[in-house]
């Protein structure tokens, strides 16, 4: 089993229907982010969440909503998908105590907004 | 601000040359610095970081990277590249204390036969 999984791996909606993106892993990490990866403009941070009581935004959090439910899980939501958040998502994860701040990635999510 | 850049959008090296992809970074203090490299529909992977020390640091399928504090770069190297190592290659640094890793655009490299 990965590391890092994410579900669905692939998901097509409609414009203004909610979609939620799961993550979970087994790495024990304490630390978890959401990415999104568009052509031409890498990765860019949408939220990310140090412990399960702490969540911080990133460089894109508008339209976006996560919830952390456990250590191992990180959610993210679009509460109304809109066509310019079609995208690869992915969902990372690292160690506090490793000080380097490697991360380890989910394969993503693919999500196209029709 | 902090930033990295990725120059070049592709590069192309024949199988069996060597192969330099650029990498050069903007940040006030000292950076961790890393390469991670994406198959295609797979997510990335960590190739090799440079925290502090030697210069030259060795990572995973024979690549390397240089650090070059004066021309703030962090370009990732290997001898001779193998078809296999066609992928996309991201370049990313840390700071501590800023709580995040901010990425590079991304360089995809075509190794041709």
């Known amino acids: 089993d990965a590391d890092v999984t994410q579900t669905p791996r692939n998901r097509i909606t409609k414009t203004g229907k909610r979609i939620m993106l799961e993550c979970s892993q087994t790495?024990?990490?304490?630390?978890m982010y959401w990415y999104r990866q568009d052509p031409g403009l890498g990765l860019r941070l949408i939220y990310y969440?140090?412990?399960?009581?702490?969540?911080n935004k990133g460089e894109i959090s508008d339209g976006y909503s996560v919830s952390r439910q456990a250590q191992a899980k990180f959610s993210l939501s679009l509460e109304s998908a809109i066509p310019n958040q079609t995208a690869l998502y992915f969902c990372a994860t690292s160690g506090s105590t490793s000080g380097a701040n490697v991360l380890t990635f989910g394969a993503g999510s693919r999500l196209t907004v029709l | 601000a902090q930033s990295v850049a990725q120059p070049e959008d592709q590069v192309n090296v024949a199988e069996g040359n060597p192969l330099t992809v650029k990498c050069t970074y903007s940040?006030?203090?000292?950076?961790?610095l890393f390469w991670y490299v994406q198959y295609p529909n797979r997510g990335l992977q960590f190739l090799l970081k440079y925290i502090t020390g030697d210069n030259l640091v060795k990572g995973s399928y024979g690549f390397e990277a240089e650090f070059n504090k004066s021309q703030t770069s962090f370009h990732l190297k290997k001898p001779s590249a193998l078809v296999s190592d066609s992928a996309l290659y991201f370049c990313a640094m840390y700071l501590r204390g800023y709580q995040k890793v901010t990425f590079g655009t991304g360089t995809k490299l075509q190794v041709i036969p």
């Open positions: 790495k024990g990490h304490d630390r």
């Open positions: 969440s140090f412990d399960v009581k702490d969540i």
């Open positions: 940040v006030s203090g000292n950076p961790y």
